[in-house]
């Protein structure tokens, strides 16, 4: 069944401009009823959606709210996997999971649709999915909702789209810092690697001395220039407190003295990263389980996303498709050999 799920996983992902471009003629109004079966029998009690027949007349839906036209989205693109892309021995009848987890599980895939606001907020159980990933791929589409929920009705497209396997929706910075610093962390051994892979899950990166942890954190690899780059931090201290509302904690001054005066200063760091946690999170946060700890040592860590901590996961998705954007400008101006 795995080996299906992926041969079906294979053949979305090698078939996805097309996917998006027939989903587009639907969102017109045209070629539906080459899917309407599969429509009702997804719709609830078997019956078609209530937008659909304003979708097929006029090529527009209802004023509906985002998290609705997210489902509109899902249901098309799954209808037409299963009408357009499996064939043969990879054919069958989807489903949509209405329970929390993964959208399509026939083959174990998310689909996310944001508008141009590019977030989603998505439910989580496990913190070092934020390091990782889940455990399924993401097919993602941009719509162009934010533009048009303006002028009812609805005249939906979608503008942009990317297949990301599981372990690319994850968040890119604290990806990139963990992987720099990887090897190092796992020569200090077991325990002290755990507490900074455990910081940099929960890390707050708005939060002023969570983010100056990390920025410490990211260069430990470097003990060297750690005393500087401590110094320059404690001398801006009074500076950029007179730029806030409220001055920073002078505790947080403190600790960064007296981390200074630590030996050794990359292990202090660790030990100073991990009663941040302890004092922000208390029981919430914890050491990665056996799992997750051998993923951690394996796993590629490169992170697409921006993932932040609301009531639920923020995925935001600009963090990729406006960095695509901007290297496909820059390849048109001609300097390509630069990305």
């Known amino acids: 069944m795995a080996d299906i799920k992926a041969q079906r996983r294979r053949l979305v992902r090698e078939k996805l401009s097309e996917i998006v471009a027939r989903v587009n003629r639907y969102l017109a109004g045209k070629e539906l009823e080459s899917i309407e079966p599969i429509l009702a029998r997804l719709g609830r009690s078997r019956k078609l959606p209530h937008w659909y027949p304003q979708l097929l007349k006029k090529g527009t839906l209802p004023n509906l709210d985002g998290k609705t036209i997210g489902s509109v989205i899902e249901t098309l693109i799954v209808a037409d996997i299963e009408r357009n892309v499996l064939k043969g021995k990879l054919a069958g009848t989807l489903t949509i999971s209405a329970a929390k987890g993964v959208d399509l599980p026939d083959l174990d895939l998310g689909i996310k649709s944001p508008s141009e606001n590019w977030c989603t907020s998505e439910p989580f159980s496990n913190a070092y999915e934020r390091l990782l990933g889940p455990e399924y791929d993401v097919l993602a589409v941009i719509t162009n909702y934010q533009s048009q929920k303006q002028n009812p009705p609805l005249r939906i497209q979608l503008i942009q789209h990317h297949y990301f396997e599981g372990h690319q929706i994850a968040d890119m910075g604290l990806c990139k810092h963990a992987r720099a ?24 990166q708005s939060e002023w001395l969570c983010a100056r942890l990390l920025d410490l ?35 947080d001054k403190a600790l960064l003295e007296e981390l200074g005066k630590r030996k050794p200063i990359d292990r202090a760091i660790i030990d100073a990263a991990d009663d941040w946690v302890t004092a922000h999170w208390r029981e919430a946060a914890r050491v990665p389980n056996e799992n997750e700890w051998v993923r951690l040592q394996k796993a590629p860590l490169d992170g697409k996303l921006g993932v932040s901590f609301a009531l639920q996961w923020r995925y935001n998705f600009g963090v990729f498709f406006n960095g695509l954007l901007k290297k496909q400008n820059l390849k048109e101006a001609g300097v390509g050999h630069q990305i």
């Open 181 to 204: 610093i990887r090897p190092t962390l796992m020569s200090y051994g077991e325990a002290p690697a755990k507490k900074a892979f455990k910081f940099l899950t929960y890390a707050v």
């Open 217 to 251: 954190m990211s260069q430990i690899d470097k003990p060297d220039r750690l005393p500087s780059i401590l110094d320059v931090m404690i001398k801006s201290i009074e500076k950029t407190s007179a730029k806030r509302r409220m001055p920073l904690p002078l505790q």
